[in-house]
């Protein structure tokens, strides 16, 4: 389910959603390498797939000797370029950066590791994306014995239910959510369904047995069900410290940078950026609640929360 909005990104585009979203928890990348070290992972070469402006990427890298990130928005890689980013000090190589499909990972990694496979392959926030029948059979000729695949999202924005006024907050963010719901996309259910019904490696038509190694899947859920009606609970959100704590415009930026809002001001050009954008009108109510609780005019603060997925898994030696 390819996705057509983000591929359209300029760079100016891709840095400006760079900006906007912001970086992951690093307690979220420490969980991935510890997985990684303590399943006998190596750390060589890194692929970033769907890597979009290279975020993942360029914090990952300094643990790796390569590292390559790839996506299919010439925009978004001319953004990840632009930022740029470095491997481990032993090599200190430039991350290099291709427009590429998912599905031609394999390819992306015999041109660009000069045919060294991929100890630890990782999609931040862009499986969901991926024709997940031709990625799989690519990611096992891209990934080494024993490498690791590290697949992870988060759920939109939400409001913390500890933030005075956050019942009402998050009214305006569910009816925001039902305004955009004609311009989401079939793989926002499956984001808002945390992955569970993300095809896997063995969910694949193939001929063959594509090496990966279902005994060892790990899933972290936070902030929501992990599918068996119980919440689990993990030492990290997915976005945390200061990234919580949004000012109104912060938080108008990054709902700003989702697909639907996107779709949504494509299709209303003469309202976007008004005061009959939905977002500003979503800001609008967000501020109001904000105040009715005690904020003052202008210095409203918005407590994010998050619910998402992390899912790793071994390919066998």
Not at 145 to 166: E, L, Q
Not at 187 to 206: E, F, I, K, Q, T
């Amino acid at each position: 389910m390819p996705e057509a909005t983000f591929r359209a990104f300029s760079a100016t585009t891709g840095a400006g959603y760079a900006h906007g979203r912001g970086d992951y928890n690093p307690r979220l990348y420490a969980d991935i390498l510890a997985f990684h070290a303590a399943t006998a992972g190596r750390f060589d070469a890194l692929i970033d797939v769907g890597c979009g402006p290279g975020t993942a990427a360029r914090a990952l890298a300094p643990r790796f000797q390569h590292a390559v990130g790839l996506d299919p928005s010439p925009g978004m890689i001319a953004a990840a370029c632009e930022i740029g980013g470095t491997t481990a000090a032993a090599t200190a190589e430039a991350i290099r950066f291709e427009v590429s499909t998912a599905e031609s990972v394999d390819a992306v990694v015999a041109r660009a590791l000069a045919g060294r496979p991929a100890d630890l392959l990782i999609a931040a926030a862009a499986a969901h994306y991926f024709d997940m029948q031709a990625f799989w059979p690519a990611a096992a000729r891209a990934v080494a014995p024993c490498g690791s695949v590290a697949i992870f999202t988060n759920c939109g924005i939400r409001a913390d239910p500890r933030m005075p006024g956050s019942v009402a907050a998050q009214a305006a963010l569910d009816t925001l959510g039902a305004h955009l719901r004609p311009f989401s996309s079939p793989a926002h259910n499956l984001v808002r369904g945390l992955y569970a019904d993300l095809p896997m490696p063995w969910d694949v038509d193939s001929a063959t047995d594509l090496g990966f190694d279902r005994g060892s899947v790990v899933r972290k859920v936070w902030g929501g069900d992990d599918g068996d009606g119980a919440e689990q609970q993990v030492n990290y959100l997915l976005h945390d410290g200061p990234q919580r704590l949004l000012s109104m415009d912060a938080l108008e930026t990054q709902l700003g940078t989702t697909s639907p809002v996107v779709r949504w001001r494509e299709a209303h050009p003469a309202d976007a950026g008004t005061e009959r954008d939905v977002v500003k009108i979503a800001r609008g109510q967000i501020e109001r609640a904000l105040r009715d609780v005690g904020a003052a005019e202008g210095q409203e603060v918005f407590q994010r929360a998050d619910k998402g997925v992390l899912i790793m898994f071994k390919k066998r030696a």
